[in-house]
Every structure is written in C-alpha cells, then in structure tokens.
C-alpha cells in the first residue's frame, strides 16, 4: 500500500517534527470496511501523537501561541505571511506527491481565501477547531477534529490512487 507511507509522511510534514510513523499490519488484501476500519485507528492514533507534539508540557490546552508558532516555521522569508508556494515547499519538501495535499491543506487554513495565510486565518482556524468556542483549544476539540481531517485525507488519498491505479483483486482459487 503506496498511500500509507505517504500520509505519514503527510503527516510528519504537518506537525513539523514527528518523527515515528506507525507502520500498519497490514493482511493480504483488505476489505474496503478492514480499510476504513484502519484508517479510523489511525487517524485517532496520529491525533493523539499529534497533540502530545503540541502539548509537550502537559497542560491540557494547545494554544493559539502555539499554532502561530507552527505556522511561523512556515514562513520561511519571515513576511508574517504563508504564501501557498512557501507551505507547499514545506509541506512536500521530500515528497513531490504531497504536493496536491499541500495545495488542498493550504485551501483549508486560508480561511479568508486571500491567498496568505497569516493572523487572521490562524484565529479562524483555531476557532474551528475549539468547537465549544470556550476561547482554548482542549485535547479532545483537538484529537477529535485532527482525527476527522486525518482520516479525510487518507480517504481522499485513497480516492486518487484507486483512481489511476485500478485496484485488481484477486484471491487463492479452489
Ligand atoms: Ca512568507
Ligand atoms: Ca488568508
Ligand atoms: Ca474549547
């Protein structure tokens, strides 16, 4: 499976320092339902892993000091903006093919659709993701929405690869 090592890589890139993929057990052939069951396990995995990176200290809330933070690594000629060239060169630096997620993660965090991604967009976008709009995002806003977003790109992945590389499903005969 192509798609797996991918995303984690997409996933790497995403939260800039993780650095231990997990590798999935993966049986011959899978079911679509096996497939999707996977993917959700881990999706949540990659969300919890996700947020011990951004709450290193323990303190049950990912700041938007931190997101800004993240997103200032990004912006690698320090203009206070991320342009969308500047995201995806990050996003995909090893990994051409990561480049048509960058370009759609890139889509999702410009908020505004200005074309930047800067202040306002990390305001907006962390208000999403704090769904009870208490002002902090928690552990369980922040596993819950990474694990839904996670699991839309693997699918989306999956999508993409089934549609150039028809799948040819064979089993033992007899
Ligand atoms: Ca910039
Ligand atoms: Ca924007
Ligand atoms: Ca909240």
Do not use: C
Request: hydrophobic share 40%; net charge negative; charged share 15%.
């Amino acid at each position: 499976m192509k798609m797996l090592p991918a995303a984690m890589t997409l996933l790497s890139y995403f939260t800039l320092s993780m650095t231990q993929p997990t590798v999935l057990p993966m049986t011959a052939t899978p079911s679509a339902s096996e497939i999707v069951a996977q993917v959700r396990n881990m999706s949540m995995a990659q969300a919890v892993a996700m947020w011990t990176r951004v709450d290193p200290d323990n303190e049950g809330i990912f700041s938007e000091q931190t997101m800004a933070k993240l997103f200032e690594e990004y912006d690698s000629n320090n203009d206070s903006h991320v342009s969308q060239e500047e995201f995806t060169q990050r996003f995909g630096a090893n990994e051409p093919e990561l480049n048509s997620l960058g370009v759609a993660l890139f889509a999702l965090i410009d908020m505004n659709h200005d074309g930047v991604i800067n202040t306002p967009d990390i305001r907006a976008f962390y208000a999403t993701i704090d769904t009870n709009t208490d002002g902090h995002v928690d552990r369980q806003e922040f596993v819950t929405y990474f694990a839904d977003l996670i699991m839309a790109m693997f699918i989306a992945q999956l999508q993409q690869m089934q549609s150039t590389t028809p799948t040819s499903v064979t089993g033992p005969v007899g």
